[in-house]
Structure formats: structure tokens, C-alpha cells
């Protein structure tokens, strides 16, 4: 089953470019294409085999590589695509001799340095002057002890993963080793950087050297992993080699030219003295140890001998081969193996070495197994409480011991010779970013509802929209705080707190989050004349959330009694009080006050802004939180003496009143279940309206407003020249009957059986509640507590009966037809997904928010006439339930963002988006619906989205988006989520996340300007303008006059338009407060044609054409006239725009 | 035509008389309305001939009322009916049974009139109006209502006649119960009754009611039969059977081989495989 499954899932993704093409398609020319409902590719045929050659005897070969798909790889199309992967990333064979010679000439290139007759002391670098180079590192304080004279280098070595055969594209580079000889270095050179500063002249000499040859493109400095202590060169080859390839050159030194012992984690090598320009000297023991420091001179000193080691356990194995270069295109893709402190690919190779140690990992396993092996082993080893030796914990009593190691890093990875600790650099978070991404990685493999390898591999899995909040630090105030405070005299760096950072902002949200981590800053190259390069003293903190703490209130502490209680007052500050709690114990506490549900997802933020400032003296301004910038679209203005208008603090982003519509739901819906004489029970009552699922972008409010307009009996009305009251819709409600024999099995006597049930209800609530009704022939509405309920009495019967209809035969036959399917997607579907949708809103706290936004997104695009409500709900809802390759969003921004990338990404074309509400369906189902959907495409909508209740997909997208509007929306979601992920990543100053939600009117060619006072949606907008009337909202005092009821003059206005021109023109508005409706004509009604009965609507006779026959053309300035007519006291202005 | 247009003579094209029209006095723009006299080869006693002038392209937002009053006012003779379509047909609608439950359309949009006069001679009087300038529809005596004055008024009028619509109920349900019954008897009436040929029809009220014409029951027999069958048949039994079945399977393994073979390829040909 398994196997089939996959080859379904993706038999349909093989084709996607075409799409991407078609995406820029203008909207001129997409309309014309608008008709066609589908537009779907053929999917490739399939291929058969000939009898002789599917029957014939199978070679003994063939045997075992059929054995051995099944038992080694998941699947066959697995192993292709595994193998089709590692052939991208390779180098091709000419490439490869065209490298090879490169490096070679390179090699005696280098070889045929001249030596320097003096020596200079290190601080006079005047001879530097000359060569026109900077020095890639910063030397402070410039007077140190200690003479430089260049010497030839003693080899050059091809080291690392090009060794192994484990390099990979796109950062294809060759590591070469210069070592260098022992002449140059003098005895006391571990002293106060002094190596650190030989190794920078020796590969600034080198580089001024290589400035001469010509089969070079460019020569760049940059820090290898980011780290400034120890820097390389970069060499790009001349022709089509240096497109795809690069060389790095770094220096070795040999292990025995100081003794390994001198760089003992504990031991100081960089005298506080010299660094801090004291005059009186210290004891050496005395002064506090330089691990950092100590570090990078060791793996120098050991970069050849780990390679060796590496080369002997993993370098004669292709399958241990592929299996590392798949590792590192997993980790590439997630962003983890670049950057100082990254899990490097050294790193990598090295813990698959040690797994081959431990004889977890065998030469004879496929690479998927080994894939497999390590992602398991990353995900379950305890690595950060135990950490790794690699040479056991033995013999020399001399050599650092586990617990040293412990002390002075967070990551403990010893290479074989005991010494160096190769993870030194890495801070534990991303480490355990590495374990958690093991974790989800290796359930998504274990899943076959998705492909796993796509989301392994393929996919990327960008920093930005992995976390749920994004916090941006300037650590300049941080750093200087640092130094101030330790007197530290390992390195000066941004990189130095980021450590300490991370600490305290983990403890400040202690379960409110389940992972933080820092962003891994990529390092940057530059040309060696522009010296070294600028700090980066900019921190990107990522945060997982905890769905259940996330937004808790309160952060209890230890008793007021114990001792752990002055640690909590220490850490929190003024903000720790003592607090009685309900069992009587008293403890410390913060507490953070929220009264909304918006307020409260506002606390993580409150917590990080206060620690940082009490802890790093890192000021507000320092600090840009990301994750509920959007609220704001949420929200509705209000205005207080006349100011401008400023959102409501006590609305929030309306959940409140989501929660009040349904309360007051519930109890009608007792009422309605307790009326006395209603001839047939209700069996169920489901409300179908978006609010009732809590994604109405806008929650209905109550009806409290000022009475204007005319009073009629017992009911308001409104007038042509008063402001329109805002609109109270009715929200539906569908009540199932019990079913009666009854019944007729009739329609239209059905159709008058349920009017007569109407009128009763209507009359039973009224004299037993005292309800107002407005009764109509399909409902009631039903006025309670300011809100209208569209009450639908409906008979699951009445379903069958409009499918039932006889065959010629005198056969009795169920087909569904328009008004059957109609009727189920109202009586039935829409309450479903309502309920499911509602769950899970109860599940995931933001999913309500994000729909409401992604609802909002798309209405400020003018398309939401255009995409059904339903349809973002589910894929939305999708977001949440399938969010491989992240976890489920639990931040507004984060899901929003998702949705976006979602929308712009997703192959409509090729899938279907399955949505497993409640895990309901099983594989085969799911399987079914994947092959129903490629072997027929052309039945399923353009947007397929099966649930459990409907595996045709099409409930709600059948008619809707076409292929045009599709497109549109993918072409914005892309320039949205630009913009969007840009300001995530770089938190620009200045830049309004707003306008991804202002449409460009200028493609449209004519706008229709309302008079924003009639628009009774207008303090929705965006953009709230200053003089824009905002309604006063609050409790309903029940007078029982029916204020007016559903009563929008712009949706009226819109559907005259829609029903006059509709083959001319498309009408596009946002429905949330837009005050213009844009109008773009259909290009075949822009074309002159001939007289025809048919064809004459808005058309004149063409008088300017000199043709035999009569042209007509379409009426253009009648039409407009029309817009002015049809909306008379609507419209503000009709304008052209000039395109 | 430019300049028959501009001199205001009559303007025909195809047949059909122009006609402009606008909205009222301060309308810029103008649509024309095109006249011929209504002729088919089937004619319906709504729409006599002669009499029956056939008009093209009426603007939304023009009713009945005001096409009379426009060929009243044009001099061709006294109208005496109105019927507006969406589209051209030579019957008339079916008159609405109920004035709650709708079961045509309603007609919105551009759309066709059928012009009735009382008169032959007033149709021609028609087609032979000259273009001149464009007519006005919606005069201060007689306005017609668009956009926000419409809407109210729509609005005010929205209400619901419940004692009538429960008396049309009544009435509707008296009637159904009576076709009925009616149906029921004349079915009772047959029941045992062998017609010309000696055929008997089974119906629901005899004593062998037999099993109900429909598809579901249709399924479920062919079902049962095919189970049947499929229970007699032994798979697996002779040696020739299994030996057929392994070389299916591996006859399966290479087909799917083949398949991932060829998809693989396609996925290469559109770059599927870059990781970057």
C-alpha cells in the first residue's frame, strides 16, 4: 500500500514550471482565458511495457535490486530521486578536470612564492603598505612582541569534504591547507594573538602573491564560520569553473610545533595585561582562561589529523558518502551548516564518523538508511548532558576532562586527540534546533501522507518562517555591558553574548516556549584591499511557542520563604511581588496584565523587552518584536473627542465579540429546543456562519447604534439622504426537523410545508419569548440581544427528494443536480465544517486570527468575491493540521506568513490539498483520493481540497477561483510575501507592514468612487480616514423596534453591476470598508463585432468604422453613464484611468 | 449613417430602427435602442403580429411603465401591453402561480421588450422614428428610481404578507392532498387489472408489493450475484496459478519500475531536483 501511495503522491508533482510561467500572465490576458475552467496539463501518459519484456525471466540482478528498493529505500521512486538529487549537487565529470587542473596550477602557483629576506616585527607593518592589502583581522592593541618573516609554505594539501567526496552545489568549494613552516613561528608566538596575527600576514602575503596570476577571477578575505579570529582566503577560478566553484585556502600548522598541552582549555594564553594595557604583571594562573582563544589554534594545529581520522572511517564508503552529502543538503536547506557556531559539515562528518565508530552506521547500509540512522541518533542522544568524546575517557591524566569541557562550552564534541573541542563554537540552541529538526524530520518520514522527501530535501526551511516570533537585537549596548562587567580577555565579540542572551531569555519564558534560538549569521566575503570586516552586532532570536503557556498571565516563583526566592527577585526585578495564591501559599510572582485575548499575545514580548533591559541594559528602541504586526488589521478605530481615530483597546482583534455572538447563539438555540407546540422536534442545531467558527474577519456586533432613519410600526428604515446604519447581517443558523412519513415527496409542496413550519416558528418565539421575527419563505429571522439570526428549518429528506428523478425505464434514480448539491453544502457541508473549524480555533489559539487575516489579505486584494470564505478557512485550517516541515504556528504573523508562502508555492495543478481534519482519513482513503484525482483530473476543481466529509474536494471551490483569479492571487501572495519576509529579516526601519494589504488601482481601467458615508462598512478600512463616521458599539437596549436589518447599499450596487454588465466587466471591491469599486472590461467585449440578435447588449452601431457591414462596439460612455445611474447617491465619481 | 445621425434622420441597421435613449436630462452618455416589427413563424396570442413591436437592448434600469410612456410620447399610438424578456422568444412566459414561491427568474440586466399596441399602424409609426436626439427616459413627471432612493424604497417594501402567504399554503396543500388521493385511487383502481396484451402492472397496494424500482435495489442484487459467483472460484490451488502469480508480481515490480523510471525523468527535465 505504501508503496503505491507514493508513487501517486508523486507521480502529480512532476511538473511545475509551467505554472510559474503562466502566473505572470497579465490580467488581460488571463481573463480571456477565464472561461475555461480548467486549464490542467496532461499528466504523462502511462507506459506499458510489452508483454515479452514484462514477463520475461529475470536476471539474478535485477532480482536484488528489486529486493533491494523494497528493503533498503522506502520506496523505488525514493531511491531515483535520491540519486537524481546527488547528481545535482555533484560536479560534473568535465567540470571536475577542469577544477583539478585548476587546482594544480594553483598548487605551483603558491609553491613558487618567494621568501622574505627580514623579518619585521610584528607591530611595524609598514612593508604591508606597499602590497595595497589589509590585514583581515583586528589587532588590538598593534604592539606586540614578536617577529614576522615570510617562508615559502612547507605543502599544500587538498583537505576536506572534496577529499571525501562530499562537497555539494550551490557552496562548492575546495579547502586547501598551506602549512606553515616552522621558521615562521617562534617559540612564545601562543602569546597574545600573536599567531592569530602571523597566520593573517602569512595569508596576506599569499594573497598579494596570487594577485598576479591570471587564472584567477577574484580574491576575497572571509572568516571561516564566521569566526574573526581566524580568517581565509577565497579564490575564484577564471572561465565556467569559477561560476559553480571556489577555493578556500587555510593554514595548518605542524601538531608538534608547540606542545598540545599549552592549549588545555584551562590554561590563559592571552595576558590581561597586554590586552587591557596594565602595566603589572599577573601570575599565569592567576588570570582567567581563554578557551575561545586556545581553540582556534589547536584546530589548526589538528585540521590535518582529524581529516586523516576522517578519511580512514568514512572516505572509501560511497554509501557513508552520499549519506553525509545528503545530511548536508538537509542541514542546507534548513539554514544550520553556515555561520560561526553553525553545525558545520566538518561537524557532520565527524559525528556520522563516530556513529561508524560506535558501529551504529555501516558502509553496507543505503544512504537513506544512513540518513535515517543519523537523524534518529541526533534526535534521541542526550548530546547536550552527556556530549561526545571521541577518544573515550582514558589514559592521559594531562588532557581536559568531560566536565572541564562542560564548564567552559555548552556543546562538547573532543576529536580524537582529546584536546580540541570542534564544537566549541556552537551555542546549545542550535544544537537543539538540529535535534528538533531531526525530530520532526524523521516523522515525516514516518508518515506517508506527505513526501518526505521533498520536505527533507527539497524544501527550505528559512529561519523566518520556521519561528514563531522573530526578536531582533542591536547587541552594541549588550557588548560594551559585557566587557565592562567581566573583564574578559577571550575575544571581544557580538558572538561573546550571545550565549548569556539566549540564557536568560530561555529562563524569562521558561514553558512559554519551546525553543529559542539565535539566527546563524551567514559570513560574508570582501575584496582584500577593504580590510576586515565590520562587526555584526545585530542578534536574531527565533521562538517556537508553547500553544498552552504562550499566553499565560501569571509566572509563579518559588515560596517567599526559600531560598530559591531571592534568585527569582534577582532575576525578575521590581516586576516580582508577593502574592497569596487560592491553595494559601504565598510566593513570588510576576504578574503582566492583559484584559484581551489581542493584549495577551502581547506578554512574550512584554517579558523579553524587560529582561533584556534589566539584564543587558539593552533599551526598548534596541529591541523589535515580531510577531503581531498585523493585529492592527484586525482591529476596529474609535475615537475619543474627536482626536483622530486610533484602534480600540477594549475590542482587541475582536475575539470578545466572537464569544458573545455565540453565547447569545447558544441561548436561542435553548429557546428553540424548548418551544412547546412545535408540531416536529429539532434534531440538531448548527450555526453556519463564519462567526460561528470565530473567523468572521469582523465579528458581527450588537445592534445599539443611535436609531437614524424613519420609523415604519414597529421597525426602522432607511433613507436616501441619512448615513447608513452599519450592517446587521443575519447570521445563519440551520435547524434539521426530524423526519415525518408524513412528509411529502414532493419539492414545491416540501418548499410550502416548510413555510408553514416558518410561520409557526415565528409565532411560538414570539408569544412564548417575545422575540421579534421577520418570517420569509425559506427562514426566520430572529432578533435576540441586538444580533439577527437567519433561522433555515430544513429536512435531510428534501435533499433526496431534489435528487430523486425517473429513468425512461420507470427506474427510480438519486443524481445530483445544482439544487441538491446547493442544499447540501447549506444544510449539511457548511454546518460540518463549521463545527470542525471550530474545534480546531479551540486547539490552535491563533488559527481564528490568521483566517481573519488571511480573509482580510485577500478582500484588501479585491478578490474576496472572487475566493469563497470556506476555501481560506480550510487552507488555513491546512496550515495547522499538515505543517511539515515546521510545527503548527502558534503566533498571527508566523501563521500568516505561512499562509502566504502556502498560497504562492502550492501546485493547484498537480495536487489536491488534502485536509485530514481530525485525522479521520485513513491511508487508503487518502491514497484513493490521489489516484481519483491524477487519473481525472479534469472533474476535480481548479482548487481541490478534500476533507473528510467531502473527498471530492469541490464543495465550496467548485465554482470559484477561476484559473484567471487564481493566478492573481498567487502573483500577489509571491510580492506580499516579499515584502513580508524582508521586513522579518532585516526589521527596516520605517517600512509599514500595511502595505501588503493596499491594493494598486492602476491596472484596473475604470474606478468607481463611492461617497464614504453611505458605505457602512467604512471604519474597516485599512486606512481609516480622519472624518470616516465610526458607529458606538456596546450593550443593546432591546425596544423592540427591529432596527434595519441587512442592509448594505454598496453590496446592493454591486450586484445591479454584476447582474447588467456581467459579460462586459468585472467588478472587483473590498468588502471590508472599501470606498471604491474597481471595474476591468472582459477583452472580448472590447472587441467590434457584427449585428447580431444575440450579441447587442450595451453595444452601439460603430459609426467611425468605413466597413461594408455595420460594427457594433460596446457602449463605453453609456455604461459609465449607467454607473452613475444604477448608483445614483452612491457614487461619488466614475473616472478612466489612463493606462 | 455619421451623417443621418447627425441630421437626425431615421437610422436602420440590419432591419432594426436606432433609437437613442438616455437616462434623463443630465446624462452624457446614451444607449440605442433597436425596433423591428415582431415577426415570427410561430406566433403566440400574447404577441399579435403586426401590432407587436420587437425591441432590442433595453437598459437595466427601464421598466414597463416607462417603454410605454416613451412610445406614447413619440406620437405612434396608445400601448397596450409591456412584455419585457431577457431573451428573445415568440411565447410568453408562464404567469406566476404564487406570489410568494417564485419559479422563473427575475429579469434583471439588459433584456428585450415586446411592445403591444392597440393599433397596426402604430408599429410602423415606430420603426420609422427618426434618430434625432436621444429620448429620455426618467422625466420629473414620471422618475424612475435607481440607486440609493430605489434601495430604500425596495427596503420599505420588503415585508411579508404572512396571513396570505399561510392562506396560499392551505389552499396549495388542500389541492396536493386532493391530486393525490386521486392518484392513489386511479393506482388502487388498476391494481389486478390486466391491461390489452394480459399484462398485469405491479403497484405498491397490491399483496405482492414486489421490490421497488430503484437504483439502490438494482445494486444490491447484482452485488449478491457477483458474490456468488466469486465464491465458487478457487484462486491459488493448481501449481499454475501460483506460478502465475509470482511472475504478476514481478510483472507489477518492473511496470512500477518503469513508471518511477519515467516520472523521474520528467521531474529532472523541469529542474526538480536543484536544492537551491
Known sequence: MKRTHRLEKNGVIQDSSDVDETVDVAMDDAVTNGDHIHQVQPIAKKVKLNKGELYKPPTNEEITQLKETESLFQSGLFRMQINELLGEVRLKKTKKSQLDSFLHTLKESIMAVKNMKTSFELKNQDWLKKLKIKVPIKQEPLDVKGKFQFQKPKSVKVIGSYLLGTCTKPDYHVDLALEIPKECIQAKDHLNHRYLRKRALYLTCIAAHLRKDKSIEKLEFSYHHGNPMKPIVIVTPTGSVGKTCTVHLHTTIEEDCFKLNRFHINKNNVRSGWLFGETEEKEENDESPTPQYNTAILADMLLEKNLQFLHSTIGGSQNIQDGVTLLKIWLGQRELNKGQGSFSGFILSMYVAHLVSLHKVSPLMSSYQIVRTTLLNLSTFDWLKDGIMMHGTSEDPLKPTREEFKAVSGVVFVDPSGYLNICADMTPDTLKRVQHEAKLSLQHMEETTIDAFEILFMQRVPFTRTFDTLIHIKTSCAIEHAVKQHRNSDVRSASAVVPSILQVVTRALGNRASLVCHKLQPCEKWDIKDGDHPDENQLCLGVLLNEEHSNSLLEKGPPADSPEAKGFRNFWGEKSELRRFKDGSICEAVVWNAETIAAKRHVTSKIIKHVLTRHFNITESCIKYMGNHLDSLLCIPHRSNKNKPRPDPSYGTGEEHSFMVMKTYETLSKIIRNLDDLPLTVNTIQGSDAVFRHTQVFPQEAASYKPSGIFEGKRRLPSAGRNVPPVLAPLKVICIMEGSGKMPEDKDAMQRIKAAFHIKLAELLHKQHNLETVVHTDHVDIFKDGFLFAVYLSFLREIAVLKLETAPNGMVKMKDNSASVALEKDIVHTPKLTSTLNGLGTEHQTYCAVARLAKRWISAQYLGDYIQDEVVDMIVAYLYISPAPHTAPVSVLGGFSRFLYLVSTYDWNLNPLIINFNNVLTKEEITSIQVQFSKDRTSFPLMCLPTSFDQSGGVWSRRSPNPMMLNRLVVLAKESLLVLENHLTHCTKGVDLKQIFRAPLDHYDVIIKLIPKYVPTAFQSVDVPDETIIPKFGEYSNDHVLPVIDFNPVQLFLKELRESFDDIALFFYDKYGGDVIAVLWKPPSLQPSKFQVSHIDARRVDVESNKQDVQMVTNIEAIIQDFYTIGQGLVKSVTKTQK | ?276
Request: proline share 5%.
Open chain 2, 1 to 276: 449613417m455619421q451623417r443621418k445621425m447627425s441630421s437626425g434622420e431615421n437610422v436602420s441597421v440590419h432591419g432594426f430602427t436606432v433609437l437613442p435613449v438616455k437616462f434623463d436630462e443630465k446624462s452624457d452618455g446614451f444607449h440605442q435602442l433597436f425596433l423591428k416589427e415582431h415577426s415570427v413563424r410561430e406566433t403566440h396570442k400574447s404577441k399579435p403580429t403586426k401590432r407587436t413591436l420587437f425591441v432590442l437592448n433595453v437598459p437595466p434600469y427601464c421598466n414597463e411603465e416607462c417603454l410605454k410612456r416613451l412610445f406614447t410620447v413619440e406620437d405612434c399610438g396608445k400601448v397596450e401591453d409591456v412584455i419585457l424578456q431577457k431573451k428573445p422568444s415568440s411565447t410568453a412566459k408562464p404567469k406566476e402561480e404564487s406570489t410568494f414561491f417564485r419559479t422563473g427568474e427575475l429579469i434583471k440586466g439588459f433584456k428585450v421588450a415586446y411592445v403591444v399596441f392597440r393599433k397596426e399602424n402604430a408599429v410602423q409609426k415606430a420603426i420609422k422614428l427618426p434618430y434625432g436626439k436621444p429620448r429620455i427616459l426618467s422625466t420629473p413627471d414620471a422618475p424612475i428610481l435607481t440607486g440609493m432612493k430605489k434601495w430604500c424604497q425596495e427596503y420599505k417594501d420588503r415585508t411579508m404578507d404572512i396571513p396570505g402567504l399561510q392562506k396560499e399554503i392551505d389552499l396549495y396543500m388542500e389541492e396536493f392532498d386532493r391530486k393525490q388521493k386521486e392518484e392513489e385511487e386511479r393506482l388502487q383502481s388498476q391494481e389486478g387489472v390486466p391491461d390489452e396484451d394480459g399484462w398485469v402492472t405491479v403497484t405498491k397496494f397490491g399483496k405482492n408489493k414486489g421490490i421497488p424500482r430503484t437504483e439502490v435495489q438494482e445494486k444490491r442484487i447484482t452485488d449478491k450475484e457477483r458474490k456468488k459467483r466469486k465464491d465458487k472460484e478457487l484462486l491459488n490451488f493448481y501449481s499454475f496459478q501460483m506460478r502465475e502469480s509470482k511472475r504478476e508480481h514481478l510483472a507489477t515490480l518492473r511496470q512500477k519500475f518503469e513508471e518511477d523510471k519515467q516520472r523521474i525523468a520528467m521531474m529532472k527535465a523541469s529542474r526538480k531536483f536543484k536544492p537551491y
